[in-house]
């Protein structure tokens, strides 16, 4: 009996130990986890924090005693691995027994990612957050919950109210303008709170495009949201307890900060082993999520991954593709030797009542370096028939190389529910199979009145695009 090792209990760690037991039931199957969560979606926090989700629990997929009973994984939280000896095939991981340790076969890391804290003066003080883990979540909602009670006693007339209808918390920051600091300041606002979100450079959700940025950055401030763009906080002022936040040129009173300024990938366990990191910073891996260690695997937000449009290893921490190369580890552990495939970098985001995704590569930078000649054109169109009752518009962004009109990115912004997300599919298969934008503007897509125009706005981004070439 072969023995499979996990280092990390949550989604390419899980995914992993479930897909080897399931393929081969033989295969002795071991998952260390520092913390007490298991299987668990991080990505749901923030609706936790608002309160559109009303237990921890309902964001763990897996439960652990359903892995140890169910799917007989030997599963043991709070266990912290300190040291992998890949010469002698060995694990050491410490709990409050003491340390133990284990024997491997195949071994797999999946430390995942933890939050970057940049250096800004005050990072210490009480009421300053992050929010990287379910601890952090559940930190963050009993805070909210404490605010709301004091201000109910404070103005009783008020009453439930207060809650998701008008702002009548004190201010609250938020430094970091991505995917967290987004949806964090719709979680806050949402409850009372006066919300003002500081991003160091000169737009939010950069990873997006141009366009799809600036429609967001123009929603927050439609919900009352103050952005301060170019604002690179240099401290967290206060006493025992965080009181502004202090720029170059501003000092803004708060009473609370979430700090969500990115992730690094967690990898000092993994090359302290001699296991290879990447360029990117994140550890190295072949097709087969293998190391540069002989059956030492790394999966999820610890490791880089090959992106389908550069070519190159990239970083792009995301649930999915941590589930899907968990999933082929555990099918090559089971003696199925399975490729995890690439990344396009595709992601989405919601914002009060609007949505956006992107995919590809959109920046031009980028784009050059890796060999092509990129142009980009923006459009908006209707997201239904214009007969059909309701309906809004989708903003669609393109970005081709201009010789050969391969698509290499998009990014789209709608409404809520007007399909922004939902359209990106179709360029999530056109950058994977690196078509050409004429391709893309003959795809047989969907038509029916409450649903879409005749003409979807991808085809005819697609149409526009190929145009000015």
Not at 43 to 57: A, N, R, V
Not at 293 to 306: M, N, R, S, T
Not at 358 to 383: C, H, N, Q, W, Y
Request: hydrophobic share 40%.
């Amino acid at each position: 009996m072969s023995t499979f090792v996990v280092v990390g209990g949550d989604a390419a760690g899980m995914s992993a130990a479930s897909k080897a037991k399931r393929d081969n039931p033989d295969v002795d199957v071991v998952v260390f986890e520092k913390g007490e969560w298991v299987s668990y979606g991080a990505c749901g926090l923030p609706y936790y924090i608002k309160g559109e989700i009303q237990s921890l629990d309902d964001l763990v997929s897996v439960t652990p005693e359903e892995f140890r009973q169910e799917r007989d994984i030997d599963l043991r939280t709070g266990h912290e691995v300190v040291d992998i000896d890949p010469a002698n095939r060995v694990v050491t991981a410490r709990s409050a027994d003491g340390e133990v340790t284990q024997a491997y076969d195949h071994l797999l890391v999946a430390t995942g990612a933890e939050a970057v804290l940049p250096p800004i003066v005050g990072l210490e003080r009480e009421g300053v957050y992050t929010l990287g883990s379910m601890s952090e979540g559940k930190d963050l909602r009993e805070y909210v919950g404490r605010a709301r009670s004091e201000r109910e006693l404070q103005q009783p007339d008020r009453g439930p109210a207060c809650q998701f209808l008008e702002t009548c918390h004190g201010p609250v920051g938020i430094v970091g303008g991505g995917y967290i600091g987004v949806e964090m300041a719709e979680a806050l606002a949402a409850n009372g709170f006066e919300v003002h979100l500081f991003q160091r450079g000169d737009r939010i959700l950069k990873q997006f495009s141009e366009e799809t940025s600036e429609s967001i950055l123009d929603h927050l401030g439609d919900q009352n949201v103050e952005v301060y763009l170019g604002a690179a906080v240099e401290e967290l002022a206060g006493g025992d307890r965080v009181e502004a936040v202090v720029t170059d040129d501003l000092r803004v009173p708060v009473e609370m900060v979430l700090v969500g300024t990115g992730v690094r990938p967690r990898t000092a366990l993994a090359a302290d082993a001699g296991i290879e990191v990447g360029e990117t910073g994140a550890i190295a891996t072949d097709a087969y999520r293998e190391t540069n260690v002989p059956d030492v695997y790394a999966a999820g937000d610890c490791a880089e991954a090959e992106h389908v449009v550069t070519g190159e290893p990239a970083y792009v921490p995301l649930a999915l593709t941590a589930n899907r190369h968990g999933r082929a580890i555990g099918q090559t552990v089971a003696g199925t030797p399975t490729k995890g495939g690439g990344i396009a970098g595709t992601a989405a985001v919601k914002a009060f009542e609007m949505e956006a995704a992107r995919t590809g590569v959109l920046d031009d930078a980028l784009a050059r370096e890796v060999g092509f000649d990129p142009m980009t054109a923006t459009i908006e169109a209707k997201s239904r028939a214009g007969y059909y009752p309701g309906g809004g518009t989708v903003q669609v962004t393109l970005t081709v190389d201009r010789p050969t009109g391969r698509v290499l990115g998009g990014s789209l912004a709608s409404e809520f529910g007007e399909g922004a997300v939902h359209r990106s599919h179709a360029l999530v298969g056109a950058v994977t199979e690196g078509i050409t934008v004429e391709e893309l503007s003959n795809y047989d897509l969907a038509y029916a009145p409450p649903f879409n125009t005749t003409w979807d706005p991808v085809l005819t981004a697609a149409k526009v695009v190929e145009g000015k070439r």
